[in-house]
């Protein structure tokens, strides 16, 4: 087994890590070719996304002795520490030094970059450089690091590890599963339509947690539904079982989300991901989540479309009942913040409200004109593509009433059954 067998997906960066460790490796080969050994490598992303595993990957696939440091001592002792273990990396080079966590040296933040700790790493680099030492590091905010550490020369290649997305998560989740007693007809894909841009420490959390939802109902084996309601629990902060039930929310809220995902699925068929009336806490509210397609948010068709979904859930209300949605705030503020941006950053409507270096009552009054004419036009679109498929609002809205949460793949159901009834119909 090759030491980065352990890690699941991320293909790129391994094969990225992989050379960078055959240097360390094979440092001879390459020298002979007058290439010069690179000093440093550096991995930083958001917690809980496998940077660790990496590096001890990493260090087992270069094959040589590693000295790990953590912050584990007060800041005098930590700090003689650190030259302490450089000095010995040096002398039984080659060597790797592994800087855990290394935004944690120091309690600095932005505006204060350079503590004792980070200038000590900074000279024991440069007193290494040349002597078989290379130093790795992993951190999770990498703005409250000097910019002279991270400059070629210490640390000669950065790589950022993001959250696992596509085939990644399911493949992620299909391990973790792996590890638990399940039923066979668990939907991965759907699952990772679900989870995706999650930490694979998220992932873990979810399967963990559908195992204790299954215990607690008596099961023998975990299956699909628990794995939703943990999703729901863990990563919308919507506990299904503590919902209290109160018809005229429940209905408002089925009908402004069902406005959400029909605009949406219309616009872009099969971009619903979930949707449920489960109420977040200390909220009346539901939610929709979205896949977003292939080409967003850099196509501008696609950013309008989602704002057009947005407003399908205002929309909704008014095309049913005929009165005002008074639950659609966070949409409309988000909806013009979208739709500023067209305005102003990538002047999509003309050039008259562009702010250059200075701004004016009148530059301002226009730009707000012309940013509520647009969401109107919006709105209008929203409402006629709900008018034209009242059927299909009307199978959504009722759907959820009934079981409060739909998925994937119940959405699509629904979807192609009123598809099938609209071609009938013409």
């Known amino acids: 087994m090759k030491a980065f067998d352990k890690v699941i997906g991320y293909d790129d960066i391994k094969a990225e890590l992989i050379l960078f460790a055959d240097v360390i490796k094979h ?16 991995l930083y992303g958001e917690p809980g996304l496998g940077k660790t595993l990496m590096a001890n990957c990493f260090i087992a696939e270069a094959g040589c002795k590693a000295f790990t440091l953590r912050k584990e001592k007060p800041n005098r002792e930590f700090i003689n520490q650190i030259k302490e273990t450089f000095e ?34 900074q000279a024991c680099i440069d007193k ?15 703005h409250c690091l000097p910019n002279s550490l991270l400059r070629a020369g210490r640390f000669d290649k950065v790589i950022e590890i993001g ?15 792996s590890q638990k007693q399940i039923i066979g007809n668990i939907d991965t894909e759907e699952l990772a339509r679900l989870m995706d841009g999650r930490s694979c420490a ?22 699909q539904e628990d794995i939703v309601k943990a999703n729901l629990r863990m990563m ?29 699925e219309v616009l872009n068929p099969g971009s619903v991901t979930l949707m449920s009336v489960c109420r977040r806490v200390d909220s009346t509210e539901g939610f929709t989540k979205f896949c977003r397609p292939e080409g967003y948010p850099s196509s501008k068709e696609l950013q309008e479309h989602a704002i057009i979904s947005s407003l399908g859930g205002k929309a909704a209300i008014e095309v049913v009942y005929g009165t005002a949605d008074m639950g659609c705030n966070s949409d409309m503020h988000e909806i013009f913040d979208k739709v500023a941006v067209f305005v102003d950053d990538n002047c999509t409507l ?33 409402k006629r593509i ?25 959405m699509q159901t629904i979807r192609e059954r009123y598809a099938d009834k609209k071609a009938q119909c013409t």
């Not at 440092?27 to 490598?41: D, N």
């Not at 290494?128 to 990498?142: E, I, M, R, S």
């Not at 503590?242 to 005229?248: K, S």
């Not at 959820?400 to 994937?408: A, E, R």
Request: net charge negative.
């Open 27 to 42: 440092t001879e080969k390459y020298l002979k070719l007058g290439a010069a050994v690179p000093s440093g490598l550096l």
């Open 202 to 223: 998220e992932l873990e959390t979810v399967i963990n947690e559908a195992g204790i939802y299954a215990g607690f109902a008596d099961k023998e084996k975990i299956d």
């Open 128 to 142: 290494c450089k040349g002597h078989g030492v290379f130093v790795l590091a992993t951190v999770n905010d990498w």
């Open 236 to 264: 919308f902060d919507a506990p299904e079982c503590m919902n209290p039930v109160n018809n005229v929310d429940t209905k408002n809220a089925a009908l402004h989300e069902a406005g959400h995902a029909v605009v949406a």
């Open 88 to 121: 010995k990396a040096k002398k039984e080079a080659p060597s790797i030094v592994f800087l855990d966590d290394m935004d944690k040296f120091a309690n600095e933040d932005d505006d204060h970059p350079n503590a004792e700790e980070y200038v000590t790493v």
């Open 350 to 382: 003309g050039f008259e409200t562009f702010e250059r270096c200075v701004s004016s009552e009148y530059l301002l009054e226009r730009k707000d004109r012309l940013i509520a004419s647009e969401v109107a036009r919006y709105y209008q679109i929203a």
């Open 163 to 177: 959250a696992p997305s596509g085939k990644d998560v399911e493949r992620i989740i299909a391990y973790f599963l």
């Open 386 to 410: 709900l008018i034209e498929n009242r059927a299909f609002l009307d199978a959504v809205t009722e759907a959820l009433i009934d079981h409060k949460t739909i998925t994937f793949r119940e």
